[in-house]
């Protein structure tokens, strides 16, 4: 039984690994299932026993990106130490290296920021995707609140406000790494981009 578990999580994994491909090269609406069969090395009715169709791969894909960067915000705000806007500085340099160290990470944004287009049957995956931004937004936001009421950040700031300054900051090296990816090294810069916005604010 657990062989037979194992196969079959190969064979999803398989499966989404070769949609990125897929919708990258031909574009989400023009991909089809059979496209990713073959890519895939499976055979149509594989793919079907793990997805309905083509939006069910892509809503897998947008949580798998998505799920697991939200549990670790989580999990940093239960057990960030005696200066939260420190804690959160070390995970965001930390989450932003991963997109240069892993290149499954890498081509899965490329295909979300860069390669996406949210018409017709996909209008569902956007409003899962501004789900995600709030409640990743809710979860910053609590650092920066737990900041203030330590005394490490300043009460006349809008925890709100920093939120939002730092989602644009986070996506903006992502898009500007993803784009040219020859153009800096995301771990040697990552630290002193993310010094220069978590300057001491008091």
Known sequence: MRRTKEEAEQTRNAILEAAVDVFTEKGVARATLEQIAKAANVTRGAVYWHFKNKTDIFMALHDELHRPFIQDLVDGLENTDDDPLESLKSYCIEMVTRIEDDLYLRRVLSLFLLKCDYTGSLQVCQERTIDARREKSEVLSKFFE??????TLSADLDPKTLTLALSCFIRGIAMEYLENPDSFSIREEA??????FFRKWN
């Open 146 to 151: 737990k900041a203030q009421s330590r005394g």
């Open 191 to 196: 630290p002193k981009l993310f010094n220069v």
